[in-house]
């Protein structure tokens, strides 16, 4: 079994940044892609960023050049770098990992409780 805890959510205004921890303990094995979703009310989660199995890092159009996501393996982290926020980031952001032999997936077995952020204009 795998826990994935976020932290680092907030109010911003737009321009600022944010940094999203995602903590994974547990069956730390179990995983081998991670990524980030994010949800309004009344709308589906949506894909934000990902690692895929084959190291591939994939995100939305709409945070392209100014999302980074990474791994810290040492600390068992996953991080989502936010810059120049928008208040369309405005959201619940999630923590997402597993495992899976295809490179072309982008959700996995795990998720963690969420974190809200919100971008004021």
């Known amino acids: 079994q795998v826990q994935l805890v976020e932290s680092g959510g907030g109010l911003v205004q737009s321009g600022e940044s944010l940094t999203l921890s995602c903590a994974v303990s547990?069956?730390?094995?179990?995983?081998?892609?991670v990524a980030w979703y994010r949800q309004t009310p009344g709308k589906q989660r949506d894909l934000v960023a990902a690692?895929?199995?084959?190291?591939?890092?994939k995100y939305t159009d709409s945070v392209k050049g100014r999302f980074t996501i990474s791994r810290d393996y040492a600390k068992d982290t996953v991080y989502l770098q936010m810059n120049n926020l928008k208040p369309e980031d405005t959201a619940v952001y999630y923590c997402?990992?597993?495992?899976?032999?295809?490179?072309?997936?982008?959700?996995?077995?795990?998720w963690g409780q969420g974190t809200q952020v919100t971008v004021s204009s």
């Open positions: 997402n990992a597993g495992w899976t032999e295809l490179d072309y997936i982008y959700e996995y077995t795990y």
């Open positions: 547990g069956s730390i094995f179990d995983i081998n892609a």
């Open positions: 690692i895929t199995s084959g190291g591939n890092i």
